[in-house]
Structure formats: structure tokens, C-alpha cells
């Protein structure tokens, strides 16, 4: 079955960019959409934006002027990008497989484990 | 500030029937469907239900869900200890153009 892994650096300075890259095992990352979740410690879901193996995006509009996101499908891989972060960027970041139905509704299925990235210099 | 609501706690005893209710409006609820997740202590979200009542494989029929109108509910019967998580409702929001989630429900099991 898909699994997904998140990785990168743990610890970002202030002001400069987090990059995270989640990677797809037991499935082809094509002709899906992708997309990034963060957990801040003890606090609720936020969904940072998606991708689809086309490179087209979809950004949560409060995060939209910091972030980038890109796929690399000969690595089945997708990347997240946050750029001029501040500790409120603090948080468990999720990846995620955005599923579709006909209708075009859709839900996340599977997650990654999650990885902590800290803000802190 | 989620921007759909779900009450912080709930709970119940071994046994019992429990639910969580989801509001939210008509640009996100009101016109797609409602997805939950269950998150273990320590744990992923795990997807539980989907397209507002629908279990994935493996997602017991204790858990059911459902919508009317601008709200959802999640429902588990039958409460196990192992139940003891927090859950998440979620939907598309037509007007965000984005995913949006409720707050979490705490589910304490007695």
C-alpha cells in the first residue's frame, strides 16, 4: 500500500526558509494531488496547500505569499517550501494523499508520520 | 479560529453511544462532503470517515457519520478505550478554495 515520508532539516532560523520533501513508497505519485498539513504542539489541523503531478497548485490563502510547492515524479517525490518563517511556523508537518471522487469531493488518505520542525535561532 | 466548529471535549463510558458534532457553513459543509479523522496520542491523523459516511476499509461499524444541512455529526457506539483520541472534521471550502478543519474533539473514554 502508499506510504508516505516526510523529510528535512528539524531546526529553521527565523527568517529563513523551511523545505520539506515527502516521499512516495508502494505507489506512483502520478495523477494525484498532494498535500501539506501542519499541527502546531497541542493545537488542531491546518492545511497548508496541495499539488497535482501536473505542478498545479492550490494554497491555503494565509500562507499562500510564503509558500512553494513542486513535484518531482521521476523521484516520487513532492516538496514544500515556507519561506520567511517565524516561530508561529513551529509545527508538526504533515504530507498527505489527496483522494477524489467523482463528484469531485475529496479527503486525505494516507498521511505521512509527521516531522517537527522548530523555529528557533 | 477554526473555521468549523467542533466542541473541545467529549467523553463517555465503555459501552456508550457518543457523538461529535461538526458546524460550519454554507460555503463549506453546506455544499461538500465532510470528512473525519482520528488521531491516536502521538499519532498521524488517520482517515475514518469519508464523503460524509462512508468507511475505509478496516474502520470498524462503530463509527458512522452523517450531515444535514450546514452540520455534521460522528457518532461511535459501542465506546472502547482504545477509542481515546482526538477527532477532526474537515471539509472543502468553496469560498477559501481551500481545506478547511474543525477544532478537535478531545474523546476522553471513562
Redesign the interface.
Known amino acids: 500500500q502508499v506510504q508516505l515520508q516526510e523529510s528535512g532539516p528539524g531546526l529553521v532560523k527565523p527568517s529563513e526558509t523551511l523545505s520539506l520533501t515527502c516521499t512516495v513508497s508502494g505507489g506512483s505519485i502520478s495523477s494525484y494531488y498532494w ?1 501539506w498539513i501542519r499541527q502546531p504542539a497541542g493545537k ?4 497548508i ?2 499539488i497535482y503531478t501536473s505542478g498545479s497548485t ?4 494565509s500562507l499562500k505569499s510564503r509558500v512553494t510547492m513542486s513535484v518531482d515524479t521521476s523521484k516520487n517525490q513532492f516538496s514544500l517550501k515556507l519561506s520567511s518563517v517565524t516561530a508561529a511556523d513551529t509545527a508538526v508537518y ?1 504530507c498527505a494523499r489527496d ?1 477524489y ?1 467523482s ?1 469531485g ?10 516531522t517537527l520542525v522548530t523555529v528557533s535561532s | 479560529q477554526s473555521v468549523l466548529t467542533q466542541p473541545p471535549s467529549a467523553s463517555g463510558t465503555p459501552g456508550q453511544r457518543v457523538t461529535i458534532s461538526c458546524s460550519g457553513s454554507s460555503s463549506n459543509i453546506g455544499s461538500n462532503t465532510v470528512n473525519w479523522y482520528q488521531q491516536l496520542p502521538g499519532t498521524a491523523p488517520k482517515l475514518l470517515i469519508y464523503s460524509n459516511n462512508q468507511r475505509p476499509s478496516g474502520v470498524p461499524d462503530r463509527f458512522s457519520g452523517s450531515k444535514s444541512g450546514t452540520s455534521a455529526s460522528l457518532a461511535i457506539s459501542g465506546l472502547q478505550s482504545e477509542d481515546e483520541a482526538d477527532y477532526y472534521c474537515a471539509a472543502w471550502d468553496d469560498s477559501l478554495n481551500g481545506q478547511v478543519f474543525g477544532g478537535g474533539t478531545k474523546l476522553t473514554v471513562l
Open positions: 498535500s488542531g489541523l491546518e492545511w496547500g496541495r492550490n494554497y491555503n490563502p504533515y483522494l471522487d463528484s469531493y475529496n479527503w486525505f488518505d494516507p498521511w505521512g508520520q509527521g
